[in-house]
């Protein structure tokens, strides 16, 4: 008997599954067939960032660029540097959002 509840409650989970992936309402149930819901709107500190990358990494001494957060928790960019001298060259904010400058001694290494 445990056979054929372990089999219903499968099959009623199989079911409810592939009616949770159906749109029932809202603008997903507007969208073509096989086409994905649009994604999240992008983030405009990422966009900065994709803007300011090569210029950033094109300065002495700089060796990556992230995102990340102040100590207060607002946006920032991150800044990586190996040596301590290219952080004189390093915008303290750009369009208003605060630059945070890391050492990394020594740079970054693939293991």
Known sequence: MVGIHLIALTAL???AGS????????????LPAGQ????????PVDELIAAEQDRLLGLSGVDGVGHGRTDEGED???????????????PRAIEGVPVIVEHVPGGFHAQ
Not at 36 to 43: M, R
């Open 13 to 15: 989970a199989l079911i």
């Open 36 to 43: 994905p819901p649009p994604g999240p709107e992008p983030d």
């Open 19 to 30: 009616r949770a992936s159906v749109p029932v309402d809202g603008e997903d149930a507007a």
């Open 76 to 90: 920032a960019i991150i800044v990586w540097i190996s040596d301590p001298a290219a952080a004189t060259s390093v």
